[in-house]
Structure formats: C-alpha cells, structure tokens
C-alpha cells in the first residue's frame, strides 16, 4: 500500500473543510444587502449605520496594506525558494535597510492611521451624542425585560411591545434601562449597539432615511428565551407615524400594574399576548399597544419604584388626523 493512501486525512469524509469560512466571507458580506429586510450596517438605511460602514471599509483597506502583500508573496516565495529550484543562495546576508524599513515602517504607520480613524470614529459615533438636525428628536423610552421589549413614546403617551415606530428623516433620541440583567440593543440596519443595564439609564440616537421594517435584536445572552428577544423597527413617513400615534392612544389597552406585573415575569412577547389579549394571540401574536401609560413609568422602572398609577387617567388630545390607514401608512381592506 502506498504512502500517500496511508496518510491521515485534513478533515474526515463527510465534514466540512476547515478552509471553506475563508471563502465563505466574502460571499456572506456581499450576500448582507440580499434580504427582504435590511439586517446589516453594510445596507446601511441611516446616517449612522451609513458613517460605521465607512469606517469599516477603510479599516479593511489600510490593514490590506499590511496583510495583502503577505498574502501575495507567501505562495511566491514558496513557488521561487522552493527544493530543487535553482535560486541564488547567500548564506551570508544579514541586513538590508530598504526591507527592515518596510517591514518595520508599514505596519507602523498603518498602526497610527487606524488609531486616527478608531478615535475619530469613536467620537463622531458617540452613541450619547445627539444628531443634527433642524427637527425636534423624537424621544422613545426603551425598557429590557425577559424576554421582550417594551417601548415608551413619553411625548405621545403610549407604548408598543415588540414594535418600534419611528419617523423617517427625524432624529430618534432612546433613553434605555433594563429591568432585568444587562441586554444589548440593537438595529443593526440604522447602527449602533448600546448595552442596557439594570438600575442604570443609557442613551442612543439614531435616525432612519428610509421607510421600512428593520430587525432589532438582544445582544446579549439572558435566559432560554434569548433567541426570540427580538422585534420590528417600522420606519414611516410622518403623516403615518401621527396615525399609529393616534390609533394607539384610541384603541390601546391600559399599561396599568396588571400588566407591568405580566411584563415582569420571564415569557416572550408571544406569551404576553396570550396573557393580556388572548383573542389577538393568534392572529397578532406580538402585536401589544398600550393607549394609556402612567407618565413616570420609565424612571420608575430604572428606579425600582411604583408607578403613579393615578396619571393612567389622563390622556394627551388625539389629533384630527385621518385614521383609516393602519399604523404603517398601508390601505385596510
């Protein structure tokens, strides 16, 4: 039996090779702007995932300064200095200023630039940073709970589970806590990730240039029911949002302490819906909107104290705005 027949093999029949991810990449990068829905910096739908997708490819293109030339010369060094190729051989060489230069300098160099656009980047993304902008942001209260997200529209006066509603072209200013273990918020189509801890309250602005529904997820693990811990991001024109503002504070349930205890408790959004609207479980399984909230709500929750259950009463003015389309600005049939 031969040598090469009794050599083990890189990997086994039937598994994978461990060089495929290297291939793989690229195509999954290219792949990132293919979805129905924008999941991805690299299809970046804001200002702000626009400006980190720049960064990113211009951290690629210095460190390529460093690595591509590794990556070409390797194979033709091995190819060139190869056994049985006749190349000259100076046993003796030991210094050459123009080689030590580049391999010391380049890298150096290529070291300090990234250092640039990692501050540079890191100040102008500030996620505490508020955008420009010749619009009033608009101000949304996030709360972390297990495993679900509850959003608080404190200027509008109601509450969405699950479901973010945002205008387009308008800065979005999210005052974040957790009530539960530390999470992590993230849109990852409109940038940013911040982290949402307990007893803590954290800041992120973001804005959307364009309309549609973009995913948002926890980032941080938290609990068997982490994986469904996600929700939509609906950005609309502002006539659109004015509706789904004024639909909400009609037909909305209250977010009184029944259904802050309902929040509490460690069930996904689905199961939510099930508690409090058993007769929408089905046909909207993570679709909860609240009409009333009590206006301390957010603080109270960052501060582990009661609500003021008595402002549920009052309700701010509803718009005479058109109500016929649905939230999102699309016809009802």
Not at 69 to 82: E, G, N
Not at 88 to 97: G, I, L, M, V
Not at 135 to 156: M, T
Request: glycine share 6%; aromatic share 10%.
């Amino acid at each position: 039996m031969s040598y090469i027949t009794d050599r083990p093999r890189s990997h086994r029949p039937g598994q994978p090779s461990r060089i495929w991810p290297l291939f793989a990449s690229p195509l999954l990068i290219a792949l990132s702007g293919c979805s129905e829905h924008p999941i991805s910096f690299l299809d970046p739908q804001g200002p702000i995932a626009a400006a980190q997708r720049e960064q990113f490819w211009m951290i690629i293109g210095l460190t390529l300064i460093v690595v591509l030339p590794v990556l070409v010369l390797t194979p033709l060094i091995l190819a060139r200095y190869r056994y049985g190729r006749n190349s000259e051989y100076r046993p003796h060489w030991a210094f050459s200023k123009i080689a030590d230069t580049a391999i010391w300098g380049v890298p150096f160099l290529v070291v300090i630039a990234l250092a640039i656009v990692a501050w540079r980047g890191t100040v102008s993304l500030d996620p505490y940073k508020p955008i420009d902008s010749n619009k009033a942001p608009l101000r949304v209260q996030v709360v972390g709970f297990d495993w679900k997200w509850l959003f608080i529209y404190p200027d509008q006066g109601v509450a969405t589970v699950n479901d973010l509603v945002i205008p387009t072209h308008r800065p979005i200013s999210l005052q974040l806590t957790s009530a539960s273990v530390m999470q992590g918020f993230f849109v990852p189509a409109l940038g940013s990730q911040v982290d949402v801890m307990n007893r803590m309250v954290t800041r992120l602005h973001l804005e959307a240039d364009q309309e549609g529904e973009f995913p948002g997820k926890n980032m941080q693990y938290n609990g068997k029911g982490f994986h469904l811990q996600r929700f939509a991001t609906h950005a609309v024109d502002d006539e659109a949002f004015q509706r789904f503002a004024d639909r909400t504070r009609r037909s909305g349930n209250a977010l009184d302490a029944h259904v802050l205890d309902a929040l509490n408790e460690k069930s996904t959004a689905a199961q939510l819906t099930q508690e409090i609207e058993p007769q929408n479980a089905v046909s909207k399984p993570a679709a909860l909107r609240f009409g009333s909230v009590p206006h301390d709500l957010f603080q109270a929750i960052a501060d582990h104290e009661t609500p003021d259950w008595s402002s549920l009463t009052s309700k701010v003015p509803v718009s005479s705005g058109p109500a016929t389309p649905d939230d999102r600005g699309e016809k009802q049939p």
